[in-house]
Structure formats: C-alpha cells, structure tokens
C-alpha cells in the first residue's frame, strides 16, 4: 500500500507557474502507474496527466497539454507537476493518485492524497 501527500499549491496570478509535489511512502513511484486529477466546485474529477508504471507512457488531458508537464523522480520517490500559462479555469483541488487500471477514470484509481488547492486570479 502506497501513501501519497501532495504540496505546492497555491495563489497565483493568470500566466504564473505552479509545481506541485506528490511524495509517496510505503511503496515506490515505480510500482504503480500514478496520475493527477483535479476537481473544481461543482464539477467532477477531471483527469490532467499520467505516467504509467514503466515511466514510458505520459499522457495529459486535452485542457492542459503543452502547459503542465509531469515528472517522476525514482530517488526522491515523488512525482511532480509543473504548471505553467496558467489560467482561472485551472482553479481546482489538485490529487495524486496510484494504481489505476484505466488511465483517464478516476474511479479505476486505488491510492488518493488529500490533494493541494490551486487557485488562479484574473
């Protein structure tokens, strides 16, 4: 079993940068695939990227590619997302997530974090 914790979030201005951190214990990032999610009041969990087990496959969302990059340090045992350009409708709650069986439901998913707040001002 993998416990994750994320940090980085924060305010920031549209077209500032933002990286957040995903620390995880218990089990190495190399033992699952893992993915971000994030999820706006209201609104459900929408997927933003994902890097597969082997760390051979990275796939983002369509509303963040070529704007958020994901990166998975084996040493540290973190994976991270770097965001930038970003703008008000990124304002969301910000999860890590471990074990997923499908790439993009978020339902397929085994292992959450608490997840980081991002909030992006106009």
């Known amino acids: 079993q993998v416990h994750l914790v994320e940090s980085g979030g924060g305010s920031v201005q549209a077209g500032g940068s933002l990286r957040l951190s995903c620390a995880a214990s218990?089990?190495?990032?190399?033992?699952?695939?893992m993915a971000w999610f994030r999820q706006a009041p209201g609104k459900e969990r929408e997927f933003v990227a994902f890097?597969?087990?082997?760390?051979?496959?990275?796939s983002y969302g369509d509303s963040v590619k070529d704007r958020f990059t994901m990166i998975r340090d084996n040493a540290k045992n973190t994976l991270y997302l770097q965001m930038n350009s970003l703008k008000p409708e990124d304002t969301a709650v910000y999860y890590c997530?471990?074990?997923?069986?499908?790439?993009?439901?978020?339902?397929?998913?085994?292992?959450w974090g608490q997840g980081t707040q991002v909030t992006v001002s106009s």
């Open positions: 997530a471990a074990g997923g069986r499908s790439m993009s439901r978020f339902d397929s998913y085994d292992y």
């Open positions: 218990g089990r190495t990032v190399t033992s699952y695939s």
């Open positions: 890097i597969s087990r082997s760390g051979y496959s990275v």
